[in-house]
């Protein structure tokens, strides 16, 4: 069941229809853009919890923005307007009334000492009634008797005191003290005793408070006062509550500030992220469809583009959801952001890794917190791990992109340190952050290793490691073929060897020309004797079976070979560098042979070619005329330089002729730089050597 899925699979994704669609391109973009938006989602929103007074934080919560503290804010503001005094307006009316007060007492007592008609005890109580309360008779009866010279230094004396104390400001504290203050003011004047009592009295019966409570004023003050104080602020990174902290009523306060209490999202963060996500994919999709030609994505390699990325976003919600479950920060050290470059360079170019492991950096950074130095920390390492991986020879290579993109960590982390204001200050965090981003650098080389099968085999994608794999000699079609058809196997090792030269010079894929020559003719195994590099004798089938049979047999080794390769889960470009390696190309010999033998005129030449299709890449393009030039100069009698030479130019004049090469993109300036390179792999092939003695004979000649 599973290999059938797999072939349906490899046979979905192998389909033109699927590789060049534009709507499925289109979808891809909208998916991975999508997918993005709603992994990522949950990692830049802050975190929500609904805790309730009394209630046990199971993690330690810090607050991820800087935000204002209501209610310390609140508090603050309460305590500077509390610490505001009472403000009072200072009123003249009631000197006035005091004054007013005085003078009626004075000339009510002078009208009543001038009154014949009334006896000491009428008087005194007539004035009594006048008088302010409080003013004992002892005060009052004086006035009645004595003369109108002492009550005027009385009068005078009592309104100048009434003046200098409600001239000032005048409190309800200062009437407790009043009798007090009058005694202070009455030292300044030479009264006797009974005068001294009677201003005493007067004065102190009429004063009252003349600064008037205002509480406008006062709300005013405490307005400013309010205003003066500064917002409290709780700051990015501060600790809400701890693990196994208590949840108090100020701790729901204080989250409620930093936006981490209750259901309800920031729906202006949402779109802002949506925006910033649509921003990234339309940018890197940009760039993806601006590359050259040669360089282009097919749709395959666009889905595993998006797989890669979108393995990095879960990679980058995973770390976030250990933080927020309580992992220190420090966490952050260890997320493996260059192992979506590594696997970019191998599975398609170093360009296209760098590009997208600068957005995915961007998304790391956006994750947690938007901070830029975890951004500016994933983008160098990735930057890195990059270029590490750009030429893959041998899986060591990835162990040594790993150092590198450890030791770039490091360097990263220790600038960060040393740009801190106070950076001696925390060398243990220092030491843990290195730590982390060492380990870092071995945790991405592993990753990239052990994800990178799991790409090939998927999808049956051809990277370095896969060809030099393929390339190995125990590979058991190669070996079939060394074992069953010893003679294809040698054309095959040869044409491996002129491909790999050709492609060299004219920019094609030198690893991919190399192992593709070496399974082009895997087909051959099904009946080797029928192909002359592997008959042992001068005997030839072919002599035997009509020129139609025999066209049928030799063509039908393409057919067998991608038989042979689709079963054996050879990737795709080795199984159109064996379909095209001759195109629709002529057999003449057959063709000859069956003119020769044709009385009525029937044979055609079009019954004779090779049932194709043509080359399309260049690496194909390059393996037909390679495959051309072994087998013509193999067949030379004295292959002299310059008769090889004539022979190249022949057949790649006449592969131009028949439009073999229409459909691919090699130039002639390309098909002319070759033939130099073709000759000096042949010359080290089939170089001249000198004829040995035979030792036996020379024996013989020594016994004669």
Request: aromatic fraction near 8%.
């Amino acid at each position: 069941m599973f290999s059938r899925w797999t072939q349906f699979l490899r046979q979905w994704i192998d389909d033109p229809r699927f590789r060049e669609n534009q709507r499925v391109r289109l979808g891809i973009y909208i998916g991975l853009g999508v997918a993005m938006f709603l992994l990522l989602l949950g990692s830049v929103l802050p975190p929500r919890y609904q805790f309730t007074v009394g209630q046990t934080s199971p993690v330690t919560i810090v607050a991820p923005i800087t935000a204002v503290d209501t209610v310390a804010t609140k508090e603050a503001q309460e305590a500077a307007a509390n610490r505001v005094q009472p403000q009072y307006t200072q009123s003249a009316s009631v000197e006035t009334k005091a004054l007013q007060t005085l003078d009626s007492l004075f000339q009510t007592a002078s009208q009543l000492a001038g009154d014949k008609n009334l006896t000491l005890s009428e008087k005194l109580a007539t004035l009594t009634a006048s008088a302010p309360k409080g003013v004992s008779s002892s005060t009052l009866q004086p006035l009645l008797t004595m003369s109108p010279q002492q009550v005027e230094v009385v009068q005078s004396v009592s309104e100048r005191i009434v003046r200098d104390l409600l001239g000032a400001p005048f409190y309800k504290e200062s009437l407790q003290e009043a009798q007090l203050l009058v005694d202070q003011q009455i030292v300044k004047y030479d009264l006797g005793r009974q005068s001294s009592l009677i201003v005493q009295d007067l004065v102190v019966s009429v004063l009252q408070p003349n600064m008037i409570y205002n509480q406008a004023a006062t709300e005013a003050a405490k307005k400013a006062a309010e205003r003066s104080v500064g917002d409290v602020y709780i700051h990015q990174g501060d600790v809400i509550v701890p693990k196994n902290g208590v949840v108090t009523q100020s701790v729901i306060d204080r989250m409620k500030d930093v936006g981490l209490y209750g259901n309800q999202h920031d729906y202006g963060m949402v779109l802002g992220f949506m925006a910033f996500v649509l921003i990234s994919i339309g940018s890197l999709a940009a760039y993806i469809e601006r590359r050259p030609p040669r360089r282009r994505l097919d749709n395959l390699m666009l889905l595993v583009t998006a797989l890669v990325l979108l393995l990095m976003g879960i990679m980058i919600s995973v770390t976030k959801d250990f933080m927020t479950a309580g992992a220190p920060t420090s966490a952050a050290y260890l997320e493996p952001v260059a192992v979506g470059s590594m696997l970019l360079a191998v599975l398609t170019d170093s360009s296209l890794a760098v590009v997208a492991s600068f957005f995915v950096s961007l998304w790391f950074g956006a994750a947690l917190g938007f901070n830029y130095w975890y951004a500016f920390i994933g983008f160098l390492s990735a930057l890195v791990g990059a270029y590490s991986v750009a030429k893959v020879t041998h899986r060591g290579t990835f162990m040594r992109a790993g150092f590198l993109v450890a030791g770039i960590n490091l360097l990263s982390i220790l600038a960060m340190h040393l740009l801190q204001a106070d950076n001696s200050a925390d060398f243990r965090s220092f030491s843990l952050h290195a730590g982390l981003g060492l380990l870092n650098g071995v945790l991405c080389a592993v990753l990239t290793m052990g994800i990178l099968p799991f790409f090939e085999s998927a999808f049956g994608l051809l990277t370095a490691i896969r060809l030099l794999e393929l390339s190995n000699p125990n590979n058991p079609l190669l070996r079939k073929v060394l074992l069953e058809a010893p003679g294809t196997y040698h054309h095959s090792l040869i044409v491996g060897n002129l491909a790999e030269a050709a492609a060299e010079i004219v920019g094609a894929d030198p690893l991919i020309c190399r192992v593709g020559a070496y399974y082009h003719d895997v087909g051959k195994t099904r009946r080797p004797l029928f192909f002359v590099e592997n008959q042992m004798t001068k005997e030839n089938p072919h002599e035997k079976i009509a020129p139609s049979l025999s066209h049928l047999i030799i063509t039908s080794h393409v057919s067998d070979g991608l038989e042979m390769l689709q079963k054996a889960g050879l990737p795709k470009p080795i199984r159109d560098i064996c379909a095209t390696h001759h195109g629709t190309t002529i057999l003449w010999y057959f063709y000859n042979k069956a003119k020769e033998q044709d009385k009525n005129g029937v044979v055609k030449i079009d019954d004779f070619r090779y049932p194709g299709p043509k080359p399309k890449t260049r690496e194909c393009a390059i393996v037909m005329i390679c495959d051309a030039v072994e087998a013509a100069v193999r067949s030379m009698s004295k292959p002299t330089p310059n008769r090889v030479e004539g022979v190249i130019r022949k057949i790649i004049r006449d592969r131009l002729q028949d439009g073999q090469l229409d459909e691919c993109d090699l130039t002639l300036q390309d098909l002319d730089v070759m033939v130099p390179a073709f000759m000096k792999t042949l010359k080290g092939i089939y170089h001249a050597r000198i004829e040995y003695p035979d030792p036996d004979k020379i024996r013989k000649e020594i016994a004669k």
